[in-house]
């Protein structure tokens, strides 16, 4: 088992930064890959992006690709999402988590631990 924490989010003008961190308890975090999802109201949640145990492998959603990176600190541990020129559609709740296995997963089902969530609001 691994507790997951998520912080960092907040309000922000389009344009703006904000960095998400995720710190985790329990089990340790560099047992796991992690990501980062987002759910906007009405909407499903969707991918953000992914790392894998040693930081070597990432991928990105296509909506986030050069404005957003994915990083973690195994000694922390901690994995941090460092968001540049937001914009409003990127107004969501955003969630960490984290998975076994070696893929790096793109689906909500296929991670196993959960954070709370933390809100992310981009005006324009």
């Known amino acids: 088992q691994v507790q997951l924490v998520e912080s960092g989010g907040g309000l922000v003008q389009a344009g703006g930064s904000l960095r998400l961190s995720c710190a985790a308890s329990g089990r340790t975090l560099s047992s796991y890959i992690a990501g980062w999802f987002r759910q906007a109201p009405g909407k499903e949640r969707e991918f953000v992006a992914a790392?894998?145990?040693?930081?070597?492998?990432?991928y990105y959603a296509d909506s986030v690709k050069g404005r957003f990176t994915i990083s973690r600190d195994n000694a922390s541990p901690t994995v941090y999402l460092e968001m540049n020129s937001l914009k409003p559609e990127d107004t969501a709740v955003y969630y960490c988590?984290?998975?076994?296995?070696?893929?790096?997963?793109?689906?909500?089902?296929?991670?196993?631990?959960w954070g709370q969530g933390t809100q992310v609001t981009v005006s324009s």
């Open positions: 988590a984290a998975k076994g296995g070696l893929r790096l997963g793109t689906g909500p089902r296929e991670y196993d631990f």
């Open positions: 790392i894998n145990r040693s930081g070597e492998r990432i």
